[in-house]
């Protein structure tokens, strides 16, 4: 054995001296790469389907022409998200906001602190440190100075509890407008590295006044890099929970309205009352939390497109007329299998009146519930006349940004799957309708999708 050692040695010697010198080779990323489960996510293997409307439709528009369509692989929440969920979002935007105003009165104990290094940003940029305790109930009168004008003044109806005001817990978030980017005129030029001096981008802008008002303006600038295509906009978080009232007038929906996103009775329910706006921001802090919490970042978290939302509610049961199969909303026991309006004015049939906690139901083929009835759910389409004529079959989405100067014709997006309040055509995988994206509804809530990095 000892005699093959030399040979061996010589063999392994040749090996490693035969390595590509001066070849392309990559940058050694050669492994395979298995994407970890988003927490709470379900993965929808891609596939196609057939898109649109199975049976007649209620509006006979040239919207509901069916069409072979394929979708790419992505995950998506399990369920819609829930109160609880919104309220982590919520809560760090509270904590955020009170982070900020101690940096800004020159609490430097407030502000991250790096090591052999020092930290030159000014306060309104500088990174905050979330290991820091907030004295939200601090008896030093310079701390809740600071603090004062995120409560409630002292005519709040509210005794002298101090509490919050949701209306200052503003969040501010930022797209870049690809649809300006497209434009023919505002091609990048390789070979000048720069763009075509006659380039434009029309984009939106907010900021907040001396009154604590949030301003919403379009402006026109002259396109010199990539940062002119970037657009902003500043959303109050908090749910509208006047929603309840405002939606169902002459009923008594008092107790929704005072419990229904605070009270953890509520805590696994669906979060209502969002719009789309709030929606889009809720996507954006929810990737920005998970990027700066990991070192791999992932693809962004957003909303579902119409056709994969479409595709996912149909479980893979292709040309299935509702999430579970079948053309029916009860199965062999006569019970009902989602929460809707069921009969008239008789909510309860279904074990539920109004929304439900999620889950309440089984899942479809894919696991994911609620894909049919307790709320209707966002997308990231905007609604159009005869979107489905000029849509590509790969991976369809009609999409348009509009901007804060557009008419609001230009602002529906489109909301599938149905209700609590809704009848059962409603629920059918195939059928869409559409809300305008600054409106909140008390039966609109929203799920969260994640592109998948591979095949």
């Known amino acids: ?235 109050n978080v908090y749910p509208d929970t006047i929603s309840w009232l405002r939606d169902f007038q002459f009923a008594y929906n008092d107790p929704k309205m005072k419990m229904y996103f605070s009270h953890k009775g509520f805590s696994q329910y669906p979060v209502v009352g969002v719009s789309w706006e709030q929606a889009q921001a809720f996507c954006q802090w929810r990737t920005n939390y998970f990027n700066n919490s990991n070192s791999v970042g992932g693809q962004d978290y957003r909303l579902p497109t119409e056709a994969e939302w479409e595709f996912a509610a149909r479980g893979g049961r292709d040309l299935s007329l509702y999430p579970w199969g079948g053309n029916y909303v009860r199965d062999a026991k006569g019970c009902f299998l989602a929460n809707f309006k069921p009969m008239r004015g008789s909510y309860t049939d279904d074990t539920g009146a109004a929304t439900m906690k999620v889950g309440s139901f089984a899942p479809n083929n894919f696991g994911l519930y609620d894909m049919a009835g307790n709320v209707s759910e966002w997308t990231s389409t905007a609604w159009g006349g005869s979107s489905n004529m000029v849509v590509s079959d790969m991976n369809p989405n009609y999409q348009y940004n509009a901007k804060n100067d557009d008419p609001d014709v230009l602002k529906r997006k489109v909301v599938k799957g149905g209700s609590w309040k809704d009848i059962a055509y409603y629920l059918q995988c195939g059928v869409k309708t559409y809300e305008y994206q600054y409106e909140s509804r008390p039966y609109i809530g929203f799920r969260c999708v994640r592109s998948y990095n591979g095949e």
């Open 1 to 235: 054995m000892k005699r093959f050692l030399p040979i061996l040695f010589v063999a392994s010697l040749f090996v490693s001296c035969n390595k590509s010198a001066g070849e392309l080779v990559g940058v050694g990323n050669t492994g395979t790469f298995h994407e970890a489960n988003p927490y709470g996510m379900i993965f929808v293997k891609r596939g196609s389907f057939m898109m649109g409307a199975n049976d007649q439709s209620a509006f006979s528009g040239a919207n509901d022409r069916s069409m072979n369509v394929t979708v790419d692989a992505f995950w998506m929440d399990e369920t819609e998200i829930t109160n609880d969920e919104y309220k982590q979002f919520v809560n760090w935007v509270k904590d955020s906001i009170a982070l900020r105003k101690l940096v800004i009165a020159g609490k430097d104990e407030y502000r991250k602190q790096f090591k052999n290094q020092s930290d030159d940003a000014s306060p309104e940029e500088a990174r905050l440190n979330w290991k820091a305790k907030i004295p939200w109930n601090s008896k030093d009168e310079d701390v809740r100075e600071i603090l004062s004008s995120m409560y409630y003044d002292g005519n709040n109806l509210l005794g002298s509890r101090r509490q919050i005001d949701p209306t200052k817990l503003q969040y501010k978030y930022e797209w870049l407008n690809t649809d300006q980017a497209a434009l023919p005129g505002n091609k990048f030029n390789v070979n000048t590295g720069a763009y075509y001096p006659g380039a434009r981008a029309r984009v939106d802008s907010s900021y907040v006044d001396e009154n604590g008002v949030i301003h919403n303006v379009t402006i026109t600038k002259k396109l010199r890099s990539r940062r002119d295509l970037i657009s902003n906009r500043i959303v």
